[in-house]
Each structure stands twice: as C-alpha cells, then as structure tokens.
C-alpha cells in the first residue's frame, strides 16, 4: 500500500527564516510525486510535480527536491503570505492515476 | 480562464437524506477526480473518470456513494443515507494529462 508521510505536522517561522518540509514515501513505482499549497476553505493549489531521484524544481522562494526515499520542499526567505497548508502527494505506476495524500505541514509565517 | 468549480460550496443534511455534489472541469480536461478530505486528514481518492473508460471506483467508501460523469464535462457525486461520518469536504479536480491534478474549491458537506 502506497504511503506518504509528512512531517512536522506544523511550523512557525519568522518572516526570512528559512527552512525545509519533509515528505517521506513508500510506493511501488514511482510516476510522480506532487507537492500542493492548500489554503483554509480552498482547494489545494498546484506546485510542483518531481519525476525521478535528484530532480528539482522551484517557484518563487519554495525549490523541490526528491531522492528514492522522500522530498523536501525548501523554503528561502519566507514571507506571511507563504502561509497555507503544504501538502505531499504520490501516483504510483501501477495504480491508475489517483493521488496518495499526506496529512500535510501547516505553515506559519510571522513577522 | 475558469477553473473547476463546485456546488454547492456548502451543504447541511439530515442523517438518511442523500445529498449530490456537482462538478464543473475545466473545459478540455478528460481525466476528473473525486476526493474526500476528513478534518485533520490526507485527501481520499474516491473515484477517477477518464474519457469514455470505465471509471476507476476503487475509492468508494461503500454502496452509498456512486458518481456519474457526463461525457467530459459535468460530475456528479451522490450519498445514499447519509450518515455523521460522511462529514467532510468533498473535492473535485480535473487533469489534461498526468502530469498536474487541478483541483476545485470542494463542498464542505455536514451531516446532523
């Protein structure tokens, strides 16, 4: 069973203090793995999809890496507006094409 | 342009009642999606409609969930009896190909 793991579950940072969320996984094989922001009463807004190991990807002050075992999504700099739910998903190869969640890391930036 | 959209964005029924929860994909998107995310947990996978395939029901919860897709646009998610633990939101997305799932606002269904 595909399974992904996030963690911490939240975090508060102060406006330019950098940090790192962590999502760990278990699948079998693969297709992609998919990193969302979600807002309070909104629906999860896409960010990044990562396709293989040593990938990464970034967008604005956030930059998504992946290795065989899990991904960080790197935040530089963050502001309050950074603030939302980051949530972790997987599609698995053999799996048709649905999304395996995480319970996801509330962010929190301060001034 | 438009995303996907959904109605009601809220909606309050009494246990035993059935409830349908529409979704509108964007247009040209053939794969639409149906998940379920319970307060203080992951999005569900439901169900998975792709063009004229047999949907991918493997989701579903149980026999009083079923949903419908009309060509490839418009969704619709029904509950059967509803009862306390079908509380939740329900969120609809849509994709053009595997790469990236769109997803809508959702209807924050509470059942009394």
Known sequence: EDQV?????????Q??????????YTVSGLRGLFWYRQDP???PEFLFTLYSAGEEKEKERLKATLTKKESFLHI???????????????????????LTFGTG??????L | GAGVSQSP??????????????????????????????LGQGL????????????????????????????ESVSTLTIQRTQQEDSAVYLCASSLDHIAQYFGPGTRLTVL
């Open chain 2, 9 to 38: 964005s809220n909606k309050v029924t009494e246990k035993g009642k059935d409830v349908e929860l529409r979704c509108d994909p964007i247009s040209g998107h053939t794969a639409l999606y149906w998940y379920r995310q319970r």
């Open chain 1, 105 to 110: 890391t509330q962010l929190k930036v301060e």
């Open chain 1, 76 to 98: 530089t700099a963050p502001k309050p507006e950074d603030s939302a739910t980051y949530l972790c998903a997987v599609q698995a190869g053999g799996g048709g094409n649905k």
């Open chain 1, 15 to 24: 406006e330019g203090e950098s940090s790192s969320l962590n999502c760990s």
């Open chain 2, 44 to 71: 569900e996978f439901l169900i998975y409609f792709q063009g004229n395939s047999a949907p991918d029901k493997s989701g579903l919860p149980s026999d009083r969930f079923s949903a419908e897709r009309t060509g």
């Open chain 1, 41 to 43: 009463g909104k629906g």
């Open chain 1, 5 to 13: 793991t996030q963690s911490p579950e939240a975090l508060r940072l």
